[in-house]
């Protein structure tokens, strides 16, 4: 009897310390940690194995917590499942605060009436395939080139893609800083003054910071001139996308962000101010959808995340300050 016990406290005491030392998790988690894994091309060892585990545990368990619960949008697994959101924002946000505002815009709104939807994609062939920025802070870039590509193509009828990588490696003179952060409003402005933005074919990405390989014979778009809509002026922004194309604008992503899947999404976390954006990305159309009015958005971070690398945001209310710094170029064409 005494002998059974003491072998029943030596198992006892083997089995909470196997605990210890391995983290528990459920056969469900890890083979939907392994499925995850599996899609998304990741390998790790060991410990960095249920380091991320773990990680991806938490974020599931906000995913469907949020999914059960009344929203207006849905969250789902993505190629960040395995990151936390300060390891997230290191690596794809901007750092704040950004040169943020535009306090006299110089957009001249038409104050005519506006179409009840608009959507640049179904339009004509005036938006280019949505594309992914990796590791690095360089969403501006994005931004920048999808509008530019967009105007272009509105004035020309020639869709082509545009390097993001000549305004990571060169345009630092206008508060740019590659890698690390800018606003598309100052890479237009580098554009105009530069004379020329070469093609993506011309100047491919790297999704790193280089020295400036730009020359003349590159440029293949160029921008006339910059407009600033009014900060906060939302209804500018509007009346740009109805009447004439596709908006830069910037806002900020917040933890609930990270995993949007669809539905519009709007959020209690994020500021409505300057200081906070850190993220570009383009407005490309706007609707409504039981009762709510939103935007129709292009991201960079691939065509797996969100909507098909697109997301929906509500509109009218400065969501997450995406009201605070929109600008687009016009084409010199
Ligand atoms: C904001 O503008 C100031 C003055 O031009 C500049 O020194 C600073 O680096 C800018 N900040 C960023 C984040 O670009
Ligand atoms: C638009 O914004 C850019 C970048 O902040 C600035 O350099 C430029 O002067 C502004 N343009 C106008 C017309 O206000
Ligand atoms: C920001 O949000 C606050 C609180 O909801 C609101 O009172 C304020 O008007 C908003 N400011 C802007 C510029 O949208």
Redesign the pocket.
């Known amino acids: 009897m005494a002998i059974t016990g003491g072998v029943a406290t030596l198992l006892l005491l083997a089995l909470v310390h196997f605990s210890h030392s391995f983290p528990s998790f459920s056969l469900e988690e890890e083979f939907e940690f392994k499925s995850w894994m599996y899609q998304h091309d990741r390998v790790y060892d060991l410990d960095e194995y249920y380091h991320r585990l773990r990680i991806f545990t938490e974020n599931k368990k906000r995913i469907d917590f949020h999914n059960e619960g009344n929203h207006k949008f849905t969250m789902g697994l993505n190629q960040f499942s395995d990151m936390t959101f300060a390891e997230f924002r290191k690596s794809f946000l901007?750092?704040?605060?950004?040169?943020c505002s535009a306090t006299k815009g110089n957009h001249i709104s038409s104050k005519g009436q506006y179409p009840d939807a608009m959507d640049w994609r179904e339009k004509g062939n005036y938006v280019t395939p949505v594309k992914n920025q990796g590791h690095c802070g360089s969403c501006w870039t994005f931004s920048t080139t999808g509008c530019l590509e967009s105007v272009t193509a509105i004035a020309t009828g020639k869709l082509m893609l545009l390097s993001e990588q000549q305004l990571v490696d060169c345009a630092q003179a206008f508060?740019?800083?590659g890698c690390f952060?800018?606003?598309p409003s100052?890479a237009f402005e580098y554009i105009k003054y530069n004379n020329g933005l070469a093609t993506e074919e011309g100047y491919p990405y790297t999704a790193r910071d280089g020295t400036c390989k730009f020359h003349p014979d590159l440029a293949a778009a160029f921008v006339k001139d910059v407009v600033n809509i009014t900060m906060f002026d939302e209804m500018g922004m509007l009346d740009a996308v109805a009447n004439r194309n596709p908006v830069s604008f910037a806002y900020q992503v917040t933890p609930d962000f990270m995993h949007y899947k669809d539905g519009v999404y709007s959020s209690k976390m994020c500021h409505n101010t300057t200081d906070t954006v850190n993220h570009a990305v383009l407005a490309v159309g706007y609707g409504e959808e039981n009762g709510t009015p939103y935007w129709i958005v292009k991201n960079s971070w691939g065509t797996m995340w969100g909507k098909e690398g697109y997301f929906l945001i509500e509109r009218g209310k400065n969501m997450c300050g995406l009201a605070a710094c929109a600008s687009y170029p016009i084409p010199l064409v």
């Open positions: 901007l750092t704040e605060p950004q040169n508060n740019n800083h952060g800018g606003l100052q």
